[in-house]
């Protein structure tokens, strides 16, 4: 099971908050964003160790609510560093 947590606009000042239920099939993220405080965002990340795979793709099946929702992908530990992205 992969290991998954919440990084809200919290870690700077804001008030936003989400929170994910997980089962054996799916991922169920809600939450609000607010703009109060600066902030703006609400999220859910996790690692992904394909270094000994022979990794070609990630495949994801997502049902959304008509928002728009960014994927992120980073290559590396630090989460203020580049991103392959997808909205």
Do not use: C, P
């Not at 990340?45 to 990794?55: I, Y």
């Amino acid at each position: 099971n992969q290991r998954w947590y919440v990084v809200n606009d919290s870690v700077m000042g804001g008030v936003s908050n989400s929170q994910f239920t997980q089962t054996q099939e799916s991922l169920l993220f809600t939450g609000n964003v607010s703009l109060d405080n600066n902030g703006g965002f609400a999220s859910i990340r996790t690692e992904l160790n394909t270094q000994s795979q022979n990794t070609k793709a990630i495949a994801l099946r997502v049902k959304g609510d008509g928002q728009t929702y960014q994927l992120r992908l980073r290559t590396t530990n630090y989460l203020d560093g580049a991103a392959y992205t997808h909205s």
